[in-house]
Nanobody, 115 residues
């Protein structure tokens, strides 16, 4: 059973940085896509950044130039470096992976940015 485990969330002030990690269990896990989504209170879950199929990288417009997604394939881990954080980045951040057969979600990690 594949599990996605996020870590690295926390409370920071506006302008500061955080680095999120998502570790996927299972040495043979090779998703077609993997990345980060977020959900703020009262809002729908939305894409933040994602490795798409074919090696593409997609960023949501609000985070372009501030957030960077990266991965360590040897460790089955995906990272999200978040710089210049804003209060509107406050949300629960989820790791998501998609294979040909199903969708996987992590449990989420809270990011809170104070002004």
């Amino acid at each position: 059973q594949v599990q996605l485990v996020e870590s690295g969330g926390g409370l920071v002030q506006a302008g500061e940085s955080l680095r999120l990690s998502c570790a996927a269990s299972g040495s043979t896990f090779r998703p077609n896509t993997i990345g980060w989504y977020r959900q703020a209170p009262g809002k729908q879950r939305e894409l933040v950044a994602e490795f798409g199929s074919g090696g593409t990288i997609n960023y949501a417009d609000p985070v372009k130039g501030r957030f960077t997604i990266s991965r360590d394939n040897a460790k089955n881990t995906v990272f999200l470096q978040m710089n210049s954080l804003k209060p509107e980045d406050t949300a629960v951040y989820y790791c998501r992976a998609r294979t040909s057969f199903r969708l996987y979600w992590g449990q989420g990690t809270q990011v809170t940015v104070s002004s």
